[in-house]
């Protein structure tokens, strides 16, 4: 049977901490659909296709390397309904610190009760645990260099994001 797991979120946009746990869910599981959702909580920066391309360009290699990692986009939808249509019986998500268990925590459980779905939170790489989507846009927004933090596509996209903006005012 294969193993096949959701790793979630809105990724606006993809961060380098994302990419290491979508690679390491890809060594612990068969696929991994990486599930591009909406937040209600937050607006979005970049539109869902865009999102969409940069992870898609972020991981190709992982990619075109085992075969077994797809990205899709489920707007509108709850997250169990997803891994229902996928069929998969597990979500990843990557946890920094305890802030994130506490956000996390309630949504596996309600993950867990909605449909048996169980949440494999994966302890972040400590060169990414202060890497997070809002803190590279404010970064960006001022513009400080984010290199560090998220792929060159990434990087190129907000610099010119910063260029129309700066355009426009
Ligand atoms: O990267 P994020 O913004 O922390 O990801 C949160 C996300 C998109 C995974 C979460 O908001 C989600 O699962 N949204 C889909 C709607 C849903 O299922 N809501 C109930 C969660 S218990």
Redesign the pocket.
């Known amino acids: 049977m294969t193993r096949r797991c959701v790793c979630?979120?809105?990724?606006d946009p993809v961060t380098n901490g994302h990419l290491d746990v979508i690679a390491r869910a890809g060594d612990l599981f068969d696929e991994v659909v990486v599930a591009v959702?909406?937040?209600?909580?937050?607006s979005g920066t970049f539109d869902v296709e865009s999102r969409m391309n940069l992870i898609e360009a972020s991981v190709s290699a992982l990619v075109q390397e085992s075969g077994r990692v797809r990205v899709e986009q489920f707007g509108g939808?709850?997250?169990?309904d997803v891994c229902r249509e996928v069929g998969a019986g597990w979500i990843v998500k990557g946890v920094r610190g305890s802030t994130d268990y506490s956000y996390e925590a309630p949504?596996a459980r309600?993950?867990a009760h909605l449909a048996g779905v169980e949440t494999v939170f994966l302890a972040a790489d400590p060169r990414w645990a202060h890497v997070s989507s809002s803190l590279v846009r404010e970064v960006a927004s001022y513009g400080g260099d984010v290199g560090a933090f998220v792929p060159d596509v990434v990087r190129a996209a907000l610099s010119a994001q910063q260029r129309l903006r700066r355009a426009q005012t």
């Open positions: 979630p979120g809105s990724f959702l909406h937040n209600p909580g937050k939808r709850l997250l169990v949504m309600m993950n």
